[in-house]
């Protein structure tokens, strides 16, 4: 069955640190993966998105990811997080065939310290 | 632009008893979607409708669940007989195409059910 993993549950760290957030999914076939984000008390947005092409897309408020097509991988990254980053943030997978279903992860809980 | 609207936004519940959540999604998108979020997990697709028609159950726990999209637009979701283990926050989400493979999805504010 298809899924989608979210190695780190809970990352905590200090403004200016470096962020990476880890995804992983599990299929065969062409995929388009999106990264969404929670901020305390908001509904779930969309931060960035894949769809073909360069493999490093850049997306809102500094945040990137990389797809990286040989590890089912779809990072995101951002250089200096700040204390308005704190939030919980999902990785997504569409399946480009089919129902068109969206999967995604467990997500990861990010708090940074002011 | 209007969001992606849901009602109750919060539902206490006794075990056995039935609940409905509503939702009207944002003007003119073609696909709904229903989710179940339990704490600690990611969102989980119960259903998906392209306009009226259902695309995609196969999560749905059909002996207890149900859900409709009349007519298009808004959408219920049926809980009947609650159980405790479907406390979760309940989201449903739009998107604007009949083929959302590139769509952003917009969600609501979810319906937080707790069942007794």
């Known amino acids: 069955a298809q899924s989608v993993s979210q190695h780190n549950h809970h990352v905590i760290l200090s403004e200016a640190a470096s962020l990476e957030l880890g995804c992983n999914y599990s299929?065969?076939?062409?995929?388009?993966l999106f990264w969404y984000v929670q901020y305390p008390g908001q509904h779930l947005q969309l931060l960035l998105k894949?769809?073909?092409?360069?493999?490093l897309v850049k997306g809102i408020k500094g945040f990137e990811a990389e797809f990286i097509k040989s590890k089912f991988s779809f990072n995101l990254r951002k250089p200096s997080v700040q204390w308005s980053d704190t939030a919980e943030y999902f990785c997504?997978?569409?399946?480009?065939?089919?129902?068109?279903?969206?999967?995604f992860g467990t997500g990861t809980r990010l708090k940074v310290l002011a | 632009e209007a969001g992606v609207a849901q009602s109750p936004r919060y539902k206490i519940i006794e075990k056995r008893q039935s609940v409905a959540f509503w939702c009207n999604p944002i003007?003119?998108?073609?696909?709904l979607y229903w989710y179940q979020q339990i704490l600690g997990q990611g969102p989980k697709l119960l259903i998906q409708f392209q306009n009226n028609g259902v695309v995609d159950d196969s999560q749905l726990p059909k002996d207890r669940f149900s859900a409709e999209r009349l007519k298009g637009v808004d959408s219920t979701l049926k809980i009947q007989p609650a159980k405790l283990e479907d406390s979760a926050v309940y989201l449903c989400?739009?998107?604007?195409?009949?083929?959302?493979?590139?769509?952003?999805?917009?969600f609501g504010p979810g319906t937080r059910l707790t069942v007794l």
């Open positions: 997504a997978v569409i399946l480009t065939s089919g129902t068109y279903k969206y999967i």
């Open positions: 894949y769809f073909s092409g360069d493999p």
């Open positions: 299929y065969g076939g062409t995929v388009n």
């Open positions: 989400a739009s998107s604007l195409d009949l083929k959302p493979i590139r769509d952003e999805q917009f």
């Open positions: 003007s003119g998108h073609a696909t």
